[in-house]
């Protein structure tokens, strides 16, 4: 609870890695009322796995240990509870505000066990957001780690960065698990945010974003991140350090739109564009959507 003893609102954030949850994270978390910009919080995920375990297996196992599915969201409820009342009690705050892609793919747990909290999803260019995690894919290599977003034989020997940046079988391994973040449930339940839109017109999307959260967000797109609860940058020779943006923390800029067309054949773009058409198609039309400029200057740059 506040220092008012209200209960805590959760705000959820889920969206492929690298469509700009931690920007996201960053918006939602610019108000008074709101916790500071925490770390993932892969955990949760974990809780709302329990729910599903629970409920997939009644007929088998689950019902000797539980008098009803409904006492699996009973204790769902009460784990998350015991762990986000304190944390927002810990800094005075009403609403706490985390992220996880996989979040994204729990839609169906979080309204079952969280109907009161509101959810985000940040819908990006699916050929960027590729791009970016081929890209983090072969610092990681480059590093000595395996590369997490790749499954394991996908790449001969998950060391050959040629084979990384030309490879359909890679590509198209990483559409398939992109758009696994993006079912018709997220789409059609949880608010969604045009990263082209929140870089481009970071005002009017904040203006949305306030009026859809219900926080009074204080987030100045032209200067850097406020708030900031935990060390980004911390263990510079971590697997996770690939993954750490240089945009992390800065001013809103619009430097990685179109990223693809700097990195990605043009073959490769196209079959991202085969594989993601019906995603692509929504995209466009929520940017669009989200655009304060006439759609044609929004198509123009799109196509660019």
Same mark, same amino acid.
């Given at each position: 609870? $506040?220092?008012?003893?209200?209960?805590?609102?959760?705000?959820?954030?889920? &969206?492929a890695?690298?469509?700009?949850?931690?920007?996201l994270q960053?918006?939602?978390s610019?108000?008074?009322?709101?916790?500071?910009l925490?770390?993932?919080?892969?955990f949760?995920? /974990? =809780?709302? $796995?329990f729910?599903t375990?629970v409920?997939?297996s009644w007929?088998?196992?689950s019902?000797?240990?539980f008098?009803?599915p409904?006492?699996?969201?009973?204790? %769902?409820r009460?784990?998350?509870?015991s762990?986000? #009342?304190?944390?927002a009690?810990?800094?005075g705050n %009403?609403?706490?505000v *985390?992220?996880s892609?996989?979040?994204?793919?729990r839609?169906a747990?979080i309204?079952a066990?969280?109907p #009161?909290?509101?959810?985000?999803?940040? =819908?990006?260019?699916?050929?960027?957001?590729?791009? =970016?995690q081929?890209?983090?894919?072969?610092?990681?290599?480059?590093?000595?780690y395996p590369?997490?977003?790749?499954?394991p &034989?996908?790449?001969?020997?998950?060391?050959?960065e040629?084979e990384?940046?030309?490879? &359909?079988a890679?590509v198209? %391994?990483?559409?398939d698990?992109?758009?696994s973040?993006y079912?018709e449930?997220? =789409?059609?339940?949880?608010?969604?945010?045009?990263?082209?839109?929140?870089v *481009?017109?970071?005002?009017?999307s904040?203006?949305r974003?306030?009026?859809?959260?219900?926080?009074?967000l204080e987030f100045?797109? *032209?200067e850097?991140w406020h708030?900031v #609860?935990?060390?980004?940058?911390?263990?510079?020779?971590?697997?996770?350090s690939a993954w750490?943006? $240089?945009?992390?923390?800065?001013?809103?800029?619009?430097?990685?739109? &179109?990223?693809?067309?700097?990195?990605?054949?043009?073959?490769?773009v196209?079959?991202i564009?085969?594989?993601?058409?019906g995603?692509l198609?929504?995209?466009r039309s929520?940017?669009?959507a /989200?655009?304060?400029?006439?759609a044609?200057?929004?198509?123009?740059?799109?196509a660019?």
């Amino acid at each position: 609870m $506040d220092r008012f003893g209200r209960a805590a609102t959760l705000h959820l954030i889920g &969206g492929a890695p690298r469509s700009g949850t931690t920007l996201l994270q960053a918006v939602l978390s610019a108000a008074p009322e709101a916790s500071p910009l925490l770390g993932e919080c892969p955990f949760l995920c /974990s =809780l709302l $796995d329990f729910y599903t375990e629970v409920t997939a297996s009644w007929q088998d196992d689950s019902r000797y240990y539980f008098a009803s599915p409904d006492a699996a969201v009973e204790v %769902a409820r009460a784990a998350v509870s015991s762990i986000f #009342e304190p944390l927002a009690g810990r800094h005075g705050n %009403a609403a706490v505000v *985390t992220k996880s892609p996989g979040l994204s793919l729990r839609a169906a747990a979080i309204r079952a066990v969280l109907p #009161e909290a509101r959810c985000y999803a940040i =819908l990006r260019d699916a050929c960027d957001v590729i791009a =970016l995690q081929m890209s983090a894919s072969i610092r990681e290599i480059r590093m000595g780690y395996p590369p997490t977003m790749l499954a394991p &034989g996908t790449v001969a020997g998950d060391s050959d960065e040629e084979e990384i940046w030309h490879s &359909g079988a890679v590509v198209d %391994a990483l559409a398939d698990r992109f758009l696994s973040y993006y079912d018709e449930t997220v =789409l059609s339940t949880w608010h969604l945010v045009s990263y082209e839109a929140l870089v *481009t017109s970071p005002r009017l999307s904040i203006d949305r974003l306030r009026a859809a959260s219900g926080l009074d967000l204080e987030f100045d797109p *032209t200067e850097e991140w406020h708030g900031v #609860e935990f060390d980004y940058l911390r263990g510079s020779r971590t697997a996770e350090s690939a993954w750490r943006s $240089d945009l992390w923390g800065q001013p809103v800029n619009t430097s990685r739109v &179109g990223y693809h067309r700097r990195t990605l054949p043009a073959a490769q773009v196209q079959r991202i564009e085969r594989r993601c058409g019906g995603y692509l198609a929504r995209w466009r039309s929520l940017t669009r959507a /989200s655009d304060p400029r006439p759609a044609t200057t929004v198509l123009e740059d799109q196509a660019r």
